[in-house]
C-alpha cells in the first residue's frame, strides 16, 4: 500500500484512513482501488472482526478527483477506470460481512458522501458536512446518490438534496437517520475506536448474522424477513460462540467467542 491509504490494527479493529489531504481526499483509481484491496483483505482475514473507515485533514472526502475524471475523458477512456473502480470499491463495502464504521472527520461530498451509504453506522464530527453535489457539475451520481439515499433518509429529502447539491450539517443528517452519533470533532477518533473495541469482544458470527437479516430485510416483506431471521439463529444455534455465550452468563463471567 502506499500513502495514500494509511492502514493500522487496533486489536481486532482495522482502520483504513484516506490520506490524500491537499485534495480534500479525492478519489481516484489508485485510491478506491488500494481502499478495495484493504477492505478485502480485512473482509478475508479472521483476526479482524471489525473495519473503521476515516480520512486526513478537514475533509472525509470531497468526492470523485474531477481533474482525474477530465482527463479520461481527454483520453477517451471515462467510464472504464474511476467510475468502474468507484463501483467495485462501493460494492466491496457494502457486501462486507463484518461491520464498517465510518468516523466522518469533515466534508463529504458527492462519491464521498456515496461512500457513507455503504457503510453500516456512521459517527460524524460536529463540523462535518454532507452534500451530493454532482448537480452542480453537470454530473450524474453512480455510487448510490439517487438510488441508496432515498431509501436512507426518505425520498423528498434525497430529491431537495440531490437537485440542490447544497450541504446539510451533521446534526442535521443525524436527525434523519442516515448519522448514528455527532461528537466534537476532538472526540470523534476515541468514540469510534470505543463503539467499535466493544463490538469486537462480540461474537463475529452474531455481528455477521444481524446485519445479513437486516440487509435482506430492506428488500423482503416483515413475514419473509422474520424467516430469514430464524433460520440465522437455528444455525448459529449449532455454533462455539452460541454456547459460550450461555456458558459465560451462567458461571457470571466474560465470554470469550472464537467466531466458530
Known amino acids: 500500500m502506499s500513502n495514500i491509504l494509511q492502514t493500522h490494527r487496533e486489536g481486532r479493529v482495522q482502520w483504513l484512513c484516506l490520506n490524500r489531504p491537499e485534495v480534500l481526499n479525492a478519489l481516484d483509481s489508485a485510491l478506491l482501488t488500494e481502499l478495495r ?34 482527463g479520461q475523458i481527454n483520453d477517451g477512456i471515462v467510464g472504464t477506470d474511476a467510475v468502474a473502480t468507484s463501483v467495485e ?21 458527492a462519491g464521498g458522501f456515496e461512500m457513507l451509504l455503504h457503510c453500516d453506522v456512521i459517527f460524524a464530527a460536529q463540523s462535518a458536512q454532507f452534500a451530493d453535489g454532482h448537480a452542480k457539475y453537470g454530473l450524474l451520481p453512480g455510487g448510490g446518490g439517487a438510488a441508496v439515499l432515498p431509501r436512507r433518509i426518505g425520498l423528498p429529502r434525497a430529491k431537495a438534496l440531490l437537485f440542490s447539491g447544497e450541504p446539510v450539517s451533521a446534526d442535521t443528517m443525524r436527525d434523519w437517520g442516515l448519522v448514528y452519533r455527532v461528537v466534537p470533532d476532538d472526540q470523534l477518533r476515541d468514540t469510534v475506536a470505543a463503539y467499535c473495541a466493544t463490538l469486537a469482544d462480540h461474537s463475529p458470527l452474531v455481528l455477521r448474522g444481524m446485519k445479513e437479516v437486516a440487509d435482506a430485510a430492506a428488500d423482503n416483506d416483515e413475514e419473509m424477513a422474520l424467516r430469514h431471521e430464524m433460520l440465522v439463529l437455528r444455525n448459529h444455534m449449532n455454533s462455539s460462540d452460541f454456547r459460550e455465550g450461555l456458558t459465560a452468563f451462567t458461571e457470571k463471567r466474560s465470554p470469550v467467542f472464537e467466531g466458530r
Do not use: H, Q, W, Y
Open 37 to 70: 484491496v484493504a477492505v478485502e483483505a480485512a473482509t478475508a482475514d479472521p483476526e479482524v472482526r471489525v473495519i473503521a473507515l476515516t480520512g486526513t485533514g478537514r475533509a472525509f472526502s470531497a468526492g470523485g478527483d474531477l481533474k482525474f475524471v477530465l
Open 89 to 109: 470499491t462501493f460494492t466491496a463495502i457494502r457486501n462486507c460481512p463484518k461491520p464498517v464504521i465510518a468516523a466522518v472527520n469533515g466534508t463529504a461530498i
